[in-house]
T-cell receptor, first 113, second 115 residues
């Protein structure tokens, strides 16, 4: 079955460490997105990519980095420069040029310890 | 810039009753898409319903329907015959029809269903 897979489900990071969140889709979607979810703030866009080898900053890109070397994969690295990384991270994908909604992954909960 | 506002942080409804969740948005575009997403305790985001702005007719999906008022920039979600499984966070979202395909989300409404 087609879908979008995020791993791991839970991730713990020590202060000063970089961590990478995985997002893989087999839906043949062109576009992929990373959102951060905090209580009371809805979903905020971190980065998005509409084509391989190209990506754009969202509203809260500082302290994060991404790559899009393959259509299926869009990993997110949370760097030590991100001062408040504890949050729930959602990856999504969609077809470009259509009005269909996002397909979301099941999310990764990142906690700084 | 486009914005989406959900002014009700939390709502409650009795089982089998009807509830309406509010959403307003701001845009200078004439054509766009609007969506309602449900996020149950599992935190998996589920598309509930979508509306294309150029369509006058309100979208309906089983017990879920919308009241789309384009001039007022309002997009409310009505849930009829509420069920315990409807308890979740509900997010309203906006997307342009061209250019970037990123969504703008509201801050969400937590819906409680009382037995």
């Amino acid at each position: 079955d087609g879908g979008i897979t995020q791993s791991p489900k839970y991730l713990f990071r020590k202060e000063g460490q970089n961590v990478t969140l995985s997002c893989e889709q087999n839906l043949n979607h062109d576009a992929m997105y990373w959102y951060r979810q905090d209580p009371g703030q809805g979903l905020r866009l971190i980065y998005y990519s509409q084509i391989v080898n190209d990506f754009q900053k969202g509203d809260i890109a500082e302290g994060y980095s991404v790559s899009r070397e393959k259509k299926e994969s869009f990993p997110l690295t949370v760097t030590s420069a991100q001062k408040n990384p504890t949050a729930f991270y959602l990856c999504a994908s969609s077809m470009v040029g259509t009005g269909y909604g996002y397909t979301f992954g099941s999310g990764t909960r990142l906690t700084v310890v | 810039a486009q914005t989406v506002t959900q002014s009700q942080p939390e709502m409650s409804v009795q089982e089998a009753e009807t509830v309406t969740l509010s959403c307003t948005y701001d845009t200078s575009e004439s054509d766009y898409y609007l969506f309602w997403y449900k996020q149950p305790p599992s935190r998996q985001m589920i598309l509930v319903i979508r509306q294309e702005a150029y369509k006058q007719q309100n979208a309906t999906e089983n017990r879920f329907s919308v009241n789309f008022q384009k001039a007022a920039k309002s997009f409310s979600l009505k849930i009829s015959d509420s069920q315990l499984g409807d308890a979740a966070m509900y997010f309203c979202a906006y997307r342009r029809t061209s250019g970037t395909y990123k969504y703008i989300f509201g801050t969400g409404t937590r819906l409680k269903v009382l037995a």
